[in-house]
């Protein structure tokens, strides 16, 4: 009754405005829970639609327990479906809601033991008689559940079934959607744009941008071992620091990596991982720092593996239990387009795509025959703010701007804005990546992990 689904090479052209999914391929195991997460636009509606039998696909194939089924009827389908905007029947009660999918299948039948042992396991058993318009956000979006469940569906599909409560619903509706797909062990593929939604539900996270599928991994594994600066961007908060670096590998002596003003030298013996940064030697590269990787302290205390640095500070901003500080280091942070919503290399000038450690239509080819990354996923060319220079430091300009790296630190440290603070950077917890974004380092490796 659960269902495996599978996409090969999936495609979707609304009339002639381009590709909105592209050649996307991916199996969902049968009592899978898999998230699709991307920024708005980035094509997954069109995705989850695709599988329901609501938008014609393309090109490529779905398969659904291992048989073609592009053209199958949603209605033979029987999957159910959840959206942002609870779409209830207002002129019927709550009751008539969760049992109108069953009262299609059946007129005659009686349905409310089934009915009620639905809104018992959502907990709304005292709102049945009531109207939607009776009811609070997050009892709707019950109701809404009830109804794509009662009917016990061959898989879910939820587009963004939450964005549209306020936090701390959201987080009380999260934990009750996992629970109850882990107890119905029915196949789900859930929608959201929130990276923090999709890792605490996910059994696997399928990262998409620009209508391209850019990783699927269990939610450790992406942001442990993210394939591309996009995705270790778009995972994780406070965002991953990203800047631009060139590796400095001598014939003799240290191997170091440059972020401009200041140097991080490779430790010896150098680690497989950095043995292979030995071929970047002169070029451009995108260091990845997460907030954890540096922390505030003098090079006296540094542990094995770390390094030091130093920063100015910006700005500090208070979390309560911790604060997030704003440093300057005098490097350049990388950009990364298409984070908050995703067009793209079809938007991205062409001057811009041509400039910047010369970007001809050679690389352009090659970039493209590597495959998954749907135009570059980070722009070099363009120099960041940088703070060190008497200009940028100008009171009329917002210091803000001029940080490129993000640290945590308890709540307690007291620093001054302007000050400069030892840093130090801890090597195993370095990521880098290519020209066109790609990860160099850490190498592909079992991410570890506590299964309780
Ligand atoms: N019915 C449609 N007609 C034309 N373009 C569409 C239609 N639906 C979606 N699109 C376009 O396809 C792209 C992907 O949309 P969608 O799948 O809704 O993205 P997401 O759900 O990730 O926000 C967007 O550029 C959107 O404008
Ligand atoms: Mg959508």
Redesign the pocket.
């Known amino acids: 009754m659960t269902r495996a689904i599978s996409l090969h090479n999936v495609s979707k052209a609304y009339g002639r405005s381009g590709r909105a999914v592209d050649r996307f391929s991916l199996s969902i195991e049968p009592g899978e829970f898999l998230v699709l997460l991307g920024p708005s636009g980035c094509g997954?509606?069109t995705v989850l639609r695709m599988i329901a039998g609501l938008e014609e696909i393309s090109e490529g194939d779905l398969l659904l327990d291992g048989e073609w089924a592009n053209d199958m009827s949603p209605h033979d389908r029987g999957m159910a479906m959840v959206f942002q905007n609870f779409a209830l029947y207002p002129t019927m009660t709550n009751r008539a809601n969760i049992g109108f999918p069953l009262k299609l299948e059946n007129p005659r039948q009686d349905n409310n033991e089934r009915i009620e042992s639905t809104a018992r396991m959502l907990g709304i058993e005292n709102v049945l008689d009531r109207y939607p318009r009776q009811l609070s956000g997050g009892e709707r979006q019950r109701v809404a559940m009830g109804r794509a469940i009662s009917r016990k569906p061959s898989a879910f599909l939820m587009?963004?079934p939450l964005s549209n409560l306020d936090a701390k619903l959201r987080n009380h509706l999260r934990a009750e959607i996992s629970q109850l797909t882990a107890e119905l062990g029915v196949t789900t593929v859930y929608?959201t744009h929130d990276q923090a939604e999709a890792m605490s539900l996910g059994h696997r996270v399928a990262v998409m941008r620009g209508g391209v599928l850019q990783q699927v991994s269990p939610p450790r594994e992406v942001y442990a071992l993210p394939e591309n600066v996009f995705v270790a961007a778009f995972i994780g908060t406070p965002r991953i620091n990203l800047l631009q670096a060139v590796v400095h590998a001598p014939l003799e002596g240290r191997m170091s990596i440059d972020l401009g003003r200041q140097r991080l030298p490779l430790p010896e013996p150098l680690s497989p991982d950095h043995q292979l940064l030995r071929i970047q030697q002169g070029r451009q590269i995108i260091v990845g720092l997460r907030s954890e990787a540096v922390r505030i302290a003098p090079p006296s205390q540094a542990r094995p593996g770390e390094v030091p640095l130093s920063g100015i500070v910006e700005h500090v901003e208070y979390q309560g239990h911790e604060a997030l500080v704003h440093l300057n280091t005098g490097s350049r942070p990388a950009v990364v387009p298409d984070l908050e919503s995703a067009r793209p290399d079809r938007s991205v000038p062409r001057r811009r795509r041509a400039a910047g450690g010369g970007v001809g239509v050679l690389e352009r080819l090659k970039e493209r025959a590597a495959g998954h990354i749907s135009g570059p996923v980070v722009t070099l060319d363009e120099p960041g703010p940088d703070a060190w220079s008497p200009a940028t430091r100008s009171p009329d300009r917002p210091v803000i701007t001029a940080s490129d790296l993000v640290v945590r630190t308890g709540p307690d440290m007291r620093l001054r804005t302007g000050g400069q603070v030892p840093l130090l950077v801890d090597l195993a917890h370095l990521y880098v990546f290519d020209h066109y974004g790609r990860r160099i380092c850490p190498l592909p490796r079992e991410v570890p992990g506590l299964d309780v």
């Open positions: 997954k509606s587009d963004e929608v």
